[in-house]
């Protein structure tokens, strides 16, 4: 059991029956009455953002889980399917787990969040960007520069990205895996 005074960023708890992780929080001390914490907790089962207020003091169920590092192997009909690299464990997550699967190339490297006492896993995190090559994308039109123009491009894994003009097929791209947002060419 911990306290309010325990309340960080990326602390896992107990709470209604389902686990949450603190994305924000803020002590309040205020003029009147007494001090209290209010937070933003993410389910970790459906990724829903509650707030809640908890009172100076109070107890919180705290739940120890690991992060361990998994590489991609492949998506079948159970899931996507991926391996630790010290104990070749492998685990299969659903599609709702991730955050952006389509961003998923065999051999990249992720981290999943486990519950440490039930050694189940309880999210997945993707790299905060990611390396693909552009597979398929219409030529750029000269003159089309006068203002930030787009094209969409299909990446290595199809996954359909829209990128500059000037990206040709063949060119290696960096993407950021939350917004699915291109970044920057990357020189081979």
């Given at each position: 059991?911990?306290?309010t005074?325990?309340?960080?960023?990326?602390?896992?708890l107990?709470?209604?029956?389902?686990?949450?992780?603190?994305?924000?929080?803020?002590?309040?001390?205020?003029?009147?009455?007494?001090?209290?914490?209010?937070?933003?907790?993410?389910?970790l089962?459906?990724?829903?953002?509650?707030?809640?207020?908890?009172?100076?003091?109070?107890?919180?169920?705290?739940?120890?889980v690991?992060?361990?590092?998994y590489?991609?192997?492949?998506?079948?009909?159970?899931?996507?399917?991926?391996?630790?690299?010290?104990?070749?464990?492998?685990?299969?997550l659903?599609?709702?787990?991730?955050?952006?699967?389509?961003?998923?190339?065999?051999?990249?490297?992720?981290?999943?969040?486990?519950?440490?006492?039930?050694?189940?896993?309880?999210?997945?995190?993707?790299?905060?960007?990611?390396?693909?090559?552009?597979?398929?994308?219409?030529?750029?039109?000269?003159?089309?520069?006068?203002?930030?123009?787009?094209?969409?491009?299909?990446?290595e894994?199809?996954?359909?990205?829209k990128?500059p003009?000037?990206?040709?097929?063949?060119?290696?791209?960096?993407?950021?895996?939350?917004?699915?947002?291109?970044?920057?060419?990357?020189?081979?």
């Amino acid at each position: 059991m911990a306290s309010t005074s325990d309340i960080r960023n990326g602390l896992c708890l107990n709470y209604n029956g389902d686990i949450y992780t603190i994305v924000e929080f803020l002590h309040v001390k205020p003029g009147k009455g007494n001090a209290f914490v209010r937070t933003k907790l993410k389910s970790l089962t459906t990724g829903r953002v509650v707030e809640n207020t908890f009172p100076a003091g109070h107890k919180i169920d705290d739940v120890r889980v690991e992060r361990r590092k998994y590489q991609y192997l492949y998506n079948d009909e159970n899931g996507y399917n991926f391996m630790d690299n010290e104990t070749y464990d492998q685990v299969s997550l659903s599609p709702a787990m991730l955050e952006r699967p389509d961003f998923l190339k065999e051999g990249s490297e992720i981290e999943i969040l486990f519950h440490a006492e039930k050694n189940i896993p309880l999210t997945a995190d993707m790299p905060q960007n990611i390396i693909l090559e552009v597979t398929y994308t219409e030529p750029g039109v000269r003159g089309d520069t006068a203002t930030n123009v787009t094209k969409p491009a299909t990446v290595e894994t199809g996954a359909e990205v829209k990128v500059p003009i000037f990206i040709n097929q063949g060119d290696k791209i960096k993407i950021d895996t939350k917004t699915g947002a291109y970044l920057e060419r990357v020189k081979a």
